[in-house]
């Protein structure tokens, strides 16, 4: 499948700037929703797969381009794999800041000693009149025990990647784009493209 033009169906702009720089090298016309002005869809999957289709399917067929969605999460295991698909939601507000606190004071209250986690992600490739591709990745690691490091975004400040001893919220784009749970999806998506 060659493709020359691709719409990102997000808004979020940590994932739009990370999915724009691994896609760099590959020469395809890159913009996403939010520079489109193309509305937000609802996200009422039960599952990142789920979800990741929603919205690629959504954005498609309103501009009638190639659209790649991205639905991903945190999964912690102390709290049972919470909150996954509802991680944007877990923050109020989107105060990511008050969201680390909560989940670390849950993982605290859980009784629970591990503190293993993994992110997830989900893209999804809708091209009109094609059946919707699925490309999926994981990193794993743990939760640190406090927040540590301003870079990334959302919950990169408490994720220590395996392999690692800092947090992605420390250790920076160049590093996080190497290993990262979306890095691992495009990957498998740009073999498919290619
Ligand atoms: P959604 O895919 O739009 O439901 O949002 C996923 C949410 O999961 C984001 O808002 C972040 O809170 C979190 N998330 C997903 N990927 C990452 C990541 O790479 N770093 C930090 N947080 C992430």
Do not use: W
Not at 28 to 56: M, Y
Not at 105 to 131: D, M, Q, V, Y
Not at 164 to 186: C, M, P, W
């Amino acid at each position: 499948m060659k493709l020359t033009k691709l719409v990102v169906a997000s808004h979020n702009d940590g994932k739009i700037a990370e999915i724009k720089a691994l896609l760099a090298p590959l020469h395809i016309e890159v913009q996403s929703a939010k520079e489109l002005r193309l509305g937000d869809v609802e996200e009422t999957g039960k599952t990142f797969e789920e979800n990741a289709k929603i919205k690629a399917n959504a954005l498609s067929l309103m501009c009638g381009l190639p659209c790649l969605a991205d639905d991903s999460g945190l999964c912690i295991d102390a709290l049972d794999g919470r909150p996954g698909v509802y991680s944007a939601r877990y923050a109020p507000e989107r105060n990511f800041k008050l969201g680390m606190e909560m989940l670390l004071k849950e993982i605290g209250e859980s009784g629970k000693e591990t503190r293993k986690a993994h992110f997830s992600c989900c893209l999804a490739l809708a091209c009109p009149n094609e059946k919707v591709k699925l490309f999926e990745g994981r990193v794993d690691g743990e939760i640190a025990l406090k927040p540590c490091g301003e870079k990334g975004f959302g919950y990169d400040p408490i994720f220590i990647p395996e392999g690692y001893e800092q947090t992605f919220g420390e250790l920076g784009e160049d590093v996080k784009n190497q290993i990262s749970h979306r890095r691992r999806a495009l990957e498998k998506f740009i073999k498919e493209i290619k």
